[in-house]
């Protein structure tokens, strides 16, 4: 890099999957209908179990009969109406657009290709089957130890290791996952549970309900860094 030569901050988009591009959870929905889903969830809903804990269970009772029926599941997940139009919005501004979800590849990717959108950059977990055994085994790239959000994989480390201190961090979900990254980023969409853990905390956000609510308010409202948000990345760059 030439002396003098300025790096020009991006705008990073960091989207959850489950309950956000699609309507309903299609992680819930995955291990409902390929697993013993309501015994394992319940134990996971009372802190009985961590959520890589959760996962490392209910991953061995996945009965998957044929790529046919994967398919036929990934397909009839319902997604937001308006994420394709998002996805034009955002091309046209130029700015950058990553999944970040704590659900796995062996649905998300599927799930996106029925709308053309297998190109997006995705992080997420990873399921992979074992011949030998005949079980299926989760990965977690993107653990953090460190991390004690509700998660398996930690999606700041995710957002910090993909961006640079002064880009600026739009970030988009629903639930407690997501309860993390919010406090790095300079703007906010939340729903659900996670609007309700940005109320008590004092986050910024804006609601919404459909990618119909945050094209209208990107386009009335130009997002800007927040500089108690960069503040909190610069912390964390330097602490690693």
């Known amino acids: 890099m030439m002396k003098n030569e300025v790096i020009q901050p991006v705008t990073r988009i960091y989207c959850d999957f489950d309950g956000t591009i699609t309507r309903k959870d299609s992680g819930d929905e995955f291990f409902r209908r390929f697993g013993q889903f309501a015994d394992i969830h319940d134990a996971l809903m009372n802190g009985e179990y961590s959520v890589t804990e959760y996962y490392t269970r209910i991953c061995t009772t996945l009965k998957i009969q044929s790529e046919e029926a994967l398919q036929a599941f990934c397909s009839s997940c319902e997604i937001d109406a308006y994420f394709p139009q998002f996805l034009d919005f955002i ?80 970030y988009i979900g629903d639930g407690l996952s997501d309860t993390c990254p919010v406090h790095i980023a300079d703007m906010v969409f939340a729903k659900g549970t996670l609007a309700s853990y940005c109320n008590q905390h004092g986050i910024i956000h804006h609601n919404w309900n459909s990618f119909f609510d945050i094209i209208s308010v990107l386009k009335k409202r130009k997002p800007v860094l927040r500089d108690i948000a960069r503040k909190e990345r610069r912390k964390v760059f330097i602490a690693e």
């Open 91 to 170: 091309k046209s501004n130029h700015w950058e657009c990553r999944i970040v979800s704590d659900g796995f590849d062996q649905y998300i990717l599927p799930i996106l290709r029925t709308i053309d959108a297998g190109n997006l950059l995705v992080s997420c977990n990873v399921l992979m089957h074992d011949d030998d055994s005949g079980t299926w085994i989760p990965s977690f790239p993107n653990a953090d130890e460190r991390c004690k959000c509700f998660c398996a994989s930690c999606k700041t480390k995710t957002v910090l290791g993909t961006s640079h201190p002064d880009d600026l961090i739009i």
